[in-house]
């Protein structure tokens, strides 16, 4: 669970199913900065401000799983 409070761009007391992990806060924050990321460097996160505005009902499809060299889909055995 989290919790997001942002009066103008979050509606009070919505929620939200999207699969989003704290590793979306760089790339978001970024980008409701209008920052770029740093160049050559890759990251595991996204920008999920269309999730915190209500714009869209998916964050992630894939987590990345301490004991996997790559994601696991999400719902699979093998995901955090």
Do not use: C, K
């Amino acid at each position: 669970a989290a919790v997001a409070r942002w009066p103008g761009h979050i509606e009070a007391g919505s929620v939200s199913d999207a699969l989003v992990s704290t590793m979306d806060m760089l790339p978001t924050f970024a980008a409701l900065a209008g920052a770029p990321l740093p160049p050559g460097r890759e990251f595991d996160g996204m920008d999920i401000t269309p999730v915190l505005a209500g714009n869209a009902t998916a964050g992630s499809a894939m987590l990345p799983s301490a004991s996997m060299p790559t994601s696991a889909a999400v719902g699979s055995t093998h995901t955090m």
